[in-house]
Nanobody, 125 residues
Framework: QDQLVESGGGSVQAGGSLRLSCAAS????????MGWFRQAPGKEREGVAH???????TYADILKGRFTISKDDAKNTLYLQMNSLKPEDTAMYYC???????????????????WGKGTLVTISS
């Protein structure tokens, strides 16, 4: 059984918007803190945003102001609203869950306990 399932990816032109969703199992959603990562072709996976159980958020500096992470506790679902998209945002986007309050930086891919399979975002110029 997949614990994290992403959706919402697609192809849009630069300047457009997309909202990604991640449906989590109840166990993962209620037991872990969650975030988004992305991996562009030929590049390492990088942290995008993280949200803890209290709704406190952390963003990659280069994405602040354009991306917004949120969650709906009633639906066990994580979201990533992406605005003013640029071609360099093209990547596979992954939902991730990790133990809350660990010592590893929350935007590090190290220490993630669960990964989704990803959803592809393609931005054309």
């Amino acid at each position: 059984q997949d614990q994290l399932v992403e959706s919402g990816g697609g192809s849009v032109q630069a300047g457009g918007s997309l909202r990604l969703s991640c449906a989590a199992s109840e166990y993962v959603y209620t037991s872990y803190c969650m975030g988004w990562f992305r991996q562009a072709p030929g590049k390492e996976r990088e942290g995008v945003a993280h949200i803890d159980m209290f709704g406190s958020t952390t963003y990659a500096d280069i994405l602040k102001g354009r991306f917004t992470i949120s969650k709906d506790d009633a639906k066990n679902t994580l979201y990533l609203q992406m605005n003013s998209l640029k071609p360099e945002d093209t990547a596979m986007y992954y939902c991730a869950a990790r133990v809350c309050g660990g010592r590893v930086p929350v935007l590090s891919s190290y220490g993630v306990d669960y990964w989704g399979k990803g959803t592809l975002v393609t931005i054309s110029s």
